[in-house]
């Protein structure tokens, strides 16, 4: 029965995807590199999927162990990325030019490995973290940008799904794990229940959005038979996120959903500016909980947690001034693989992989200048945003689902840590947060379902000539 149902859920993902490809006629086969990567990123990495097996946490974040396989896998994904956006003729010095806040970010954590305590390994995930720029490219290097988009999201959650609710169900020894006080948890295709709800809560946001697109002037029942597969992926989703039991993620894909879906008086700049205000605020009110208990109350435990963070306050209670250097930190990716994070460990009793906060690893990698750069990126990013946005002329929400993005980057750092590490969110966020000038130009009035319009300058577009879809 377990093979029959891995079975037909490949079968039923294949459809889909061949359904897909037919409908969306000017994606390139190029989108398949970010498509890999996300598939990647959104499951688990090669070597654990050929090893197998329960997945239980026994090292921390910056001792888990790398296989030369997954490094070959991530450095072909990067070199395709740059090869195909080179002979797409794409201007990367304009477009980092664009994006001297994320520069600057970066360029300080590469001169943070100058007082890491391993160096090699901080440049190293810093080259791939940054190498994640590159594999966005090639989705804004295609003629329509913003299908793509949803194509690659789509179609990987076409695969990860389905298989999700047949690995839970029939492979125990992939679809489920053991938490470390040893209780059991459902993942799915991930390695963790809170990585389960971080792909469900992505491949909802783009769904939705994509159901949106796929409206145009057409009657309800004829939108409704449309979106059909959307639809079902979507309740896939749902019964997942109430399976894994991801509170973070539940109240995110709420937040996000809403966000991408509101119209009128609710997509003007004065509210656009209030929910950023409001989401920048949250960090701020979580550290000083105790003061302001009774406004911070209500959100917390709308996330499914108690004042403690579900227990992640007594990692934080661990992290004092005196743990790292406070203004420039551990370096990049350094802490919890070095003495510092080795001690937090040992007086807990217990493994430490992170901070189980965004903000927090911010600070251990970079002190106090490293989250000033990381708000400075919120709020420079937040700010590019909302000055575009106009109540009913973003007709294909682009920069709603932009914004939504970025917000919920803000609040899901609250209680997990994305900033800066390889995984779904930093890599939507970096997706939809880069400016990429030119590339997206005119994509606001062509970029519906099978649109074939050029949407960037006119170059030798070599990578085209090995078909589409």
Request: aromatic share 12%; glycine share 8%; hydrophobic share 50%.
């Amino acid at each position: 029965m377990a093979h029959l149902a891995l079975s037909l859920s490949l079968i039923f993902s294949l459809w889909l995807l061949i359904r897909d490809s037919r409908r969306r006629v000017g994606v390139s086969l190029a989108v398949w590199v970010p498509i890999l990567l996300l598939l990647i990123l959104g499951s688990r990495r090669p070597a654990q999927w050929i090893t197998g097996g329960i997945v239980t946490v026994t090292e921390m974040g910056n001792d888990a162990s790398s296989s030369p396989l997954d490094a070959s896998v991530f450095l072909v994904i990067i070199s395709a990325s740059v090869l195909i956006t080179t002979l797409r003729g794409m201007r990367w010095q304009r477009i980092f030019a664009a994006n001297p806040i994320l520069l600057t970010f970066y360029f300080y954590f590469l001169l943070s490995v100058l007082w890491s305590g391993d160096p090699s390994g901080s440049i190293k995930r810093l080259i791939k973290d940054f190498g994640l720029i590159f594999v966005a490219g090639v989705i804004f290097s295609e003629r329509s940008p913003l299908e793509a988009m949803r194509a690659v999201y789509f179609r990987c959650a076409a695969v990860l799904l389905p298989l999700s609710i047949v690995f839970i169900k029939y492979f125990p020894d992939y679809g489920r794990a053991y938490t470390i006080t040893g209780g059991m948890m459902f993942t799915g295709v991930t390695t963790q229940k809170n990585s389960l709800g971080e792909i469900v809560l992505l491949f909802t946001l783009f769904l939705v959005w994509d159901c949106i697109e796929s409206r145009q002037s057409r009657s309800l029942s004829k939108w409704l038979f449309g979106i059909w597969d959307r639809l079902i992926l979507l309740a896939i989703g749902l019964r997942l996120l109430q399976l894994s039991q991801s509170k973070t993620a539940m109240l995110c894909v709420g937040i996000g959903v809403f966000l991408v879906w509101r119209n009128g008086w609710l997509v003007t700049k004065p509210i656009n500016r209030l929910i950023h205000i409001a989401a920048l605020a949250l960090p701020f009110l979580v550290f000083f909980s105790q003061e302001f208990s009774t406004v911070i109350a209500p959100i917390v435990e709308a996330m499914g947690r108690n004042m403690t963070f579900t227990g992640r306050t007594d990692i934080w209670n661990h992290i004092t001034l005196n743990t790292v250097n406070p203004l420039i930190g551990a370096g990049f990716w350094n802490f919890w693989g070095g003495p510092g994070g080795y001690a937090i460990s040992q007086a807990m009793l217990t493994v430490v992989p992170n901070a189980h906060c965004g903000y927090v690893d911010i600070y251990l990698d970079g002190g106090i200048l490293g989250i000033a750069l990381l708000f400075a990126v919120l709020i420079g990013y937040g700010q590019t945003i909302i000055s575009k946005m106009q109540a009913g002329a973003d007709e294909h929400r682009y920069l709603r689902v932009r914004f939504s993005v970025l917000i919920v980057l803000i609040i899901y750092n609250l209680s997990e840590s994305t900033f800066a590490r390889i995984g779904p969110i930093w890599f939507t966020a970096l997706l939809m947060l880069v400016n990429f000038p030119g590339y997206i130009k005119g994509a606001i009035s062509a970029g519906r379902p099978g649109t074939q319009k050029a949407l960037r300058p006119k170059v030798d577009f070599a990578f085209h000539s090995l078909g589409t879809g």
